[in-house]
């Protein structure tokens, strides 16, 4: 008999190959967090209203990190745009498309680092990483202080967009592990908040470091000293905050663990699973939903990559001082969050994602409109115009969480989270470059590339919502049962399977 039952356990914890979708399926191809699960079965269901409180615990303890470190990742990659009116290009003897060319390496940095991000985030903890990254940023944006021309100031610059290309990917997956696809929309929304705050407190320190005269150490480079350490000192911290994991999140009990995993199986996109699988990547190389996403990310980011350069030298070249330009940019900070907060919580109790996207489009069509056929006299109509072209931050984050949401396998995920990031940086470099110095100072090219960009974009949300309804009913035809066939005790749930192979998938819109 204990021959027997010895067989029995050995069974159970050898690597057994089972038929799941139609498709073999091993140990390794089984999410981390179903192990946990069978460890921890006794726990049981966790209600909706039994979970609030966890849930809570770990908005607390994720949220606020997340928030902190995307803010600091505005303000260092806008610093540029401030650096741009606070003497910069004087002292360092910048001239022509200098500023442009320098945005363009940061982002074609950024881009570059895309790629090995995909290996290491299936491989490396996304929390690890991030602060990693977060400290090397620091480093380099710190470093930028002491740029002595134009060859430093793009050598700084491209350090920089290397150590802040993973920091999207990351952030992606983290809030993918502890949320529902319901919720992560109005999390995603909160740690995206940090882009408006970091426009604010951007131009609150240009303005302040604008004061300091001295000829020796000049404002804009005391500005990317005290950004880079308090850069530094945030990714220690977000080392020891963000767990590896949820089942390895120290702030929480092993019960609240389990409730956590049950409460996220229904997404069916998996938790954690370091199995690199390339027929993945493949897969998502030919999926047409992320191909829409990213261009859906590239046609907004161009004029997010407006924004980010250049804002302030536009309100400049309305006939605003230096000083006055970097205040003025200010509300546009403040319009992100609220265009941010208003989308995530619509989003959130009455779904129709596509219709906020083309939502957001709507006053980034208006603004390209403003900018380019309004005259340089009506001040007014063009600040109107810059501040209007911040309601389209929320279009980002919206394709972010489509991501989350839509993408199962945890190589697949892990490529489509890096791409979006990727097709980010594409929008920021081809945004900036619709600045030349030729067309100063109106830039009417980059004016006019705003209104394009954003009616593409929202005729490409049209173009998405009817694959995934096709998708979708396709799937209900064939007679593929939904989410609610199984519980989070159910392999299947945990079983590494794409979006594409697990027919009980159903895509978000």
């Known amino acids: 008999m204990a021959s027997a039952v010895e067989h029995d356990v050995k069974r159970e914890n050898m690597a057994t190959v089972r038929s799941i979708g139609g498709r073999a399926t091993g140990d390794r191809d089984t999410d981390q967090a179903y192990a946990f699960l069978k460890a921890h079965a006794a726990e049981g269901a966790v209600s909706e209203l039994a979970f609030a409180p966890i849930r809570r615990k770990v908005d607390w303890r994720l949220i606020p990190v997340l928030f902190l470190v995307y803010a600091m990742n505005l303000i260092d990659k806008v610093s540029l745009n401030y650096a741009a009116v606070m003497g910069l290009p004087k002292d360092l003897k910048l001239g022509g498309n200098d500023i442009t060319n320098t945005a363009t390496a940061f982002f074609a940095a950024y881009l570059f680092a895309e790629v090995p991000t995909v290996f290491i985030l299936n491989k490396f903890p996304a929390g690890k990483w991030l602060a990693i990254n977060v400290v090397g940023w620091g480093i380099a944006c710190a470093c930028t202080a002491a740029a002595k021309n134009y060859a ?164 400049r070249g309305f006939g605003y001082s230096s000083k006055t330009a970097a205040l003025l940019n200010v509300p546009s900070g403040a319009i992100s969050i609220v265009a941010c907060l208003t989308c995530a919580f619509a989003i959130q109790y009455g779904s129709n994602r596509w219709a906020w996207y083309i939502a957001c489009c709507i006053p980034g069509i208006i603004a390209g409109a403003l900018l380019s056929f309004l005259p340089k006299s009506s001040k007014g109509g063009l600040l109107a115009g810059i501040y209007l072209i911040n309601c389209i931050t929320p279009t980002v984050i919206i394709t972010y969480q489509w991501t989350a949401s839509n993408t199962g396998g945890a190589t697949k995920r892990a490529f489509a989270s890096t791409l979006m990031s990727a097709a980010f940086g594409v929008g920021n470099i081809l945004g900036p470059q619709t600045f030349q110095a030729r067309d100063a100072p109106r830039y009417l090219p980059a004016k006019h590339a705003v209104l394009a960009t954003q009616c593409a974009a929202a005729a490409l949300a049209l173009v998405l919502l009817a694959y995934y309804k096709w998708s979708n009913g396709r799937r209900d035809r064939e007679g593929h049962v939904g989410d609610e066939a199984s519980n989070a005790f159910n392999e299947e749930r945990w079983a590494n399977l794409t979006d594409k192979q697990n027919k009980a998938f159903r895509y978000m819109y």
């Not at 993918?176 to 992560?184: A, I, L, P």
């Not at 390895?248 to 956590?260: G, I």
Request: aromatic fraction near 12%; proline fraction near 5%; glycine fraction near 8%.
């Open 152 to 315: 430093t100031l793009v050598t700084a610059r491209v350090f920089l967009g290397m150590f802040e290309a993973p920091v999207v990917p990351c952030m992606i997956l983290i809030s993918s592990q502890y949320y529902t696809k319901r919720e992560q929309s109005s999390r995603f929304a909160f740690w995206y908040c940090g882009l408006g705050v970091g426009q604010i407190v951007g131009g609150l320190l240009s303005f302040a470091f604008q004061h300091v005269q001295n000829p020796h150490f000049q404002g804009w480079r005391i500005m990317w000293l005290v950004l880079g350490t308090v850069t530094v000192m945030l990714g220690v911290v977000t080392w020891f905050a963000l767990p590896d994991s949820p089942m390895a999140a120290r702030f929480l009990t092993d019960a609240e663990k389990s409730a956590v995993l049950q409460h996220v199986s229904v997404n069916r996109t998996g938790v954690l699973n370091t199995h690199f699988k390339p027929a993945q990547i493949l897969e998502a190389a030919g999926d047409p939903q992320i191909w829409l996403l990213a261009l859906m990310t590239v046609l907004p980011s161009i004029s997010a990559g407006v924004v980010t350069t250049y804002s302030a030298t536009l309100i």
